[in-house]
């Protein structure tokens, strides 16, 4: 699986990288058709609360690809929501094979 990791308008900490690796394979161990795992973050409003906005991308062979946009205080609680909704729609495709 390939982990590709995009910060718009910023350098990204090596902690946020290895917290983004670390869910990215556990999410590969569970769905192991994954080939690319690509997430995008931006800070949205640098004055506002709710201002990191991360975009998830799962790529599979035999599935169309799957997003989820989240908004958040923090890029890890952003990461975390969106690879739940990436769970759940992974897991309806699952269930209608």
Same mark, same amino acid.
């Given at each position: %699986?390939?982990? #590709?990791?995009? @910060?718009?308008?910023?350098?990204?900490? *090596?902690?946020?990288? $290895?917290?983004?690796? =670390?869910? @990215?394979?556990?999410? @590969?161990? #569970?769905?192991?058709?994954?080939? +690319?795992?690509?997430?995008?973050?931006?800070?949205? =409003?640098?004055?506002?609360? %709710?201002?990191?906005?991360?975009?998830? #991308? +799962?790529? %599979?062979?035999?599935? $169309? $690809? +799957?997003?989820?946009? =989240? +908004? !958040? $205080?923090?890029?890890?609680?952003?990461? *975390?929501? !969106?690879?739940? @909704?990436?769970?759940?729609?992974?897991?309806?495709? =699952?269930?209608?094979?």
């Amino acid at each position: %699986m390939e982990v #590709r990791i995009q @910060a718009i308008h910023f350098e990204i900490a *090596d902690r946020l990288t $290895d917290f983004i690796n =670390k869910k @990215a394979e556990r999410l @590969a161990r #569970r769905f192991p058709d994954i080939t +690319v795992f690509d997430t995008i973050l931006k800070v949205v =409003k640098p004055e506002s609360v %709710m201002n990191k906005e991360v975009i998830v #991308r +799962v790529s %599979m062979p035999s599935h $169309d $690809d +799957v997003v989820a946009t =989240k +908004v !958040a $205080d923090s890029f890890e609680e952003a990461v *975390d929501t !969106a690879i739940e @909704a990436v769970e759940r729609q992974l897991e309806k495709y =699952k269930e209608k094979k």
